[in-house]
């Protein structure tokens, strides 16, 4: 499967002097790597990223899509902003597009997440495994089927 992070809307403001700054990250549930990660947008509370498709290395039936949005803050830690689970159920077989709260958001807050998975040919339970080559510096990563 790939994934796409289109936009957020009605996210808290964590900036004193502007809007929040925000980027998503994806990741599958209970593994440590991050998937993908969106380019921030600054002073904006309605990000629109339209990001990926991104593939799901490491994916299995079964895994959970998680997603956290941040606020970038230069010189601090970043501002935690939302967070929002996508249970493998929600987009196998068939895929998956919409909105989905994002959950810890603020108080009376009510964050969304407008994402896309994609399912490219019929899941039979497990991903190719793919392992990153880093072998060359500078250059373009190389994926090699494992």
């Known amino acids: 499967p790939e994934v796409l992070i289109i936009s957020a809307a009605g996210l808290r403001n964590a900036d004193w002097l502007d809007k929040s700054d925000p980027y998503c990250i994806c990741r599958i549930a209970?593994?440590?790597?991050?998937?993908t990660q969106t380019p921030v947008v600054k002073n904006s509370?309605?990000?629109?990223?339209?990001?990926?498709?991104?593939?799901?290395?490491?994916?299995?039936?079964g895994d959970s899509l998680e997603f956290e949005?941040?606020?970038?803050?230069?010189?601090?830690k970043d501002?935690?902003?939302?967070?929002?689970?996508?249970?493998?159920e929600k987009f196998i077989p068939d895929g998956f597009e919409g909105t989905v709260?994002?959950?810890?958001s603020g108080k009376g807050n009510a964050a969304t997440l407008t994402l896309k998975v994609i399912m490219a040919k019929p899941f039979g339970g497990q991903c190719e495994a793919a392992a990153f080559d880093s072998t060359s510096a500078g250059a373009p990563p190389?994926?090699?089927?494992?």
Do not use: C, I, M, T
Not at 69 to 76: N, S
Not at 101 to 104: D, G, N, V, Y
Not at 142 to 146: K, P
């Open 69 to 76: 949005v941040w606020d970038k803050d230069y010189g601090k």
């Open 101 to 104: 709260p994002l959950a810890e």
């Open 45 to 61: 509370l309605e990000p629109v990223w339209q990001h990926g498709p991104a593939p799901l290395h490491g994916f299995a039936a």
């Open 79 to 88: 501002d935690f902003l939302g967070r929002a689970l996508l249970a493998s």
């Open 142 to 146: 190389v994926f090699v089927a494992g």
């Open 30 to 35: 209970g593994k440590a790597h991050v998937v």
